[in-house]
């Protein structure tokens, strides 16, 4: 009964409880009913925003109202491919060895990618290898229920992984074995390494501070940024001068820190525009000092000088290769390629800086589980690493990825950046796994 109730979960609205009717997504990725989602705004919204009715996280009415949110393409797929009695509400389950294709899920419209004409460099390579799992959903050392933030020691290779809900830092080696964690008062949204060897954590619910520096053993070193107490602060980057780049869910702007964690500069305010963002979730900084932001409201990758001035974006609203759909973490290799977490559409992409797409190394995580998201991912030589998050799971997934080759010449190595530490044009000699 109990395994009963974990899969017919996945199909029932969380505010109603019943089969979802008009599921719409919104940018926690967490869905509802329309109509539940309608009244839960009515009742809890203000000034145009109103906090999940799961995770508490301030979402952000579009200006079509709540109809405009997204629909969940995978729900209303199996609404359709399951059987649903009218009379009790229950459902039967998709035979495990039968998960839905993309043909499946869009319709005649899916990108077909073996069939596809568009340019992909290493074809023949485009799919990352599955090496190992690790960090599973509940509260021990090793675990985590909502996994929020992914940093790589340059030092070590040691891949460091957050929780915003059990306000946890914990820390694993290459292969994924547990090695420490320590915990804070305060919740935990991203985290980088600077080139002092500490971690920097973006931080909300925690006083007169937007950041917190502490020792990789959990020791509280400093904390930053009362400036920007109230701005629900989310992703975290450094750049190679150890300037420091944080997102502000508040008010859709980008922060711009001095190395010594002095307000420097800041851009954004809410909309669609070149300017703007909407839900600007994680950050990067590429080995040009560019900031790239993933605007997640607006389903795009945006890229911006240090000084706020607007460069490129790429990406818009949809299922096919080179669309987005709730895009969330990021990161970039050597090469300046951009690694894309695209949530709510179930798969990592690749693009180039310019923003043209490459490939798209890790796809169909809800085969994972039914509404398992890649939230996350940072890369480590060649080793791609992918936080999935779903209902009742939570993971972190390693896969051998072979970096597409580009006739670009590898820039040079950052050691405060905890996400750029590929070298992409030069075949790796680590060790397998």
């Not at 419209?109 to 190992?132: G, L, P, R, T, Y």
């Not at 305060?186 to 020792?215: H, K, M, P, W």
């Amino acid at each position: 009964m109990a395994e009963q109730h974990h899969t017919e979960s996945h199909f029932h609205c969380p505010i109603c409880k019943n089969v979802f009717e008009r599921p719409k997504a919104i940018p926690c990725l967490h869905t509802f009913c329309q109509e539940c989602l309608e009244s839960h705004v009515t009742r809890n919204g203000n000034g145009g925003r109103f906090p999940c009715p799961v995770c508490r996280q301030t979402i952000y009415v579009p200006s079509g109202g709540v109809w405009s949110f997204p629909d969940n393409y995978l729900i209303l797929h199996l609404r359709e491919v399951t059987s649903v009695s009218e009379s009790t509400g229950e459902m039967a389950t998709l035979p495990v060895d039968q998960p839905p294709t993309y043909q499946t899920l869009y319709g005649d419209k899916a990108f077909d990618w073996e069939n596809s004409d568009v340019f992909v460099v290493n074809n023949q390579h485009s799919m990352a290898v599955f090496i190992n799992k690790f960090a599973g959903h509940g509260t021990g050392e090793g675990d985590f229920t909502h996994v929020s933030g992914l940093a790589v020691n340059p030092l070590n290779d040691n891949i460091i992984v957050t929780d915003c809900s059990l306000n946890k830092v914990a820390i694993f080696s290459v292969r994924g074995d547990f090695l420490s964690s320590f915990y804070t008062d305060c919740s935990i949204r991203d985290v980088c390494v600077t080139s002092f060897n500490t971690v920097l954590l973006s931080v909300s619910r925690s006083g007169a501070a937007l950041l917190r520096e502490y020792a990789m053993d959990g020791h509280l070193i400093a904390a930053f940024g009362s400036f920007y107490k109230y701005d629900n602060p989310c992703g975290i980057s450094l750049d190679n001068t150890q300037k420091v780049v944080v997102t502000s869910l508040e008010k859709n702007t980008v922060h711009v820190l001095t190395d010594q964690k002095k307000p420097c500069t800041n851009f954004g305010s809410k909309g669609s525009g070149h300017n703007h963002f909407i839900q600007p979730s994680y950050v990067t900084v590429n080995n040009r000092n560019e900031i790239v932001v993933s605007d997640t409201g607006n389903h795009r990758i945006k890229i911006h000088e240090m000084n706020g001035q607007f460069i490129r974006q790429m990406g818009s609203q949809g299922h096919v290769y080179g669309q987005l759909f709730y895009p969330m973490g990021l990161c970039v290799d050597q090469c300046d390629n951009i690694y894309v977490a695209d949530a709510n559409n179930y798969r990592v992409q690749v693009f180039t800086a310019e923003g043209d797409f490459l490939a798209c190394p890790v796809r169909r995580t809800f085969e994972v589980g039914v509404d398992v998201k890649p939230t996350n991912v940072v890369i480590s030589r060649n080793r791609l690493v992918v936080a999935l998050r779903g209902s009742r799971q939570s993971e972190v997934r390693l896969y051998k990825w072979d970096v597409p080759l580009l006739n670009v010449k590898p820039s040079s190595y950052r050691l405060g950046s905890a996400c750029c530490l590929i070298t992409c044009c030069v075949k790796s000699d680590y060790e397998e796994i």
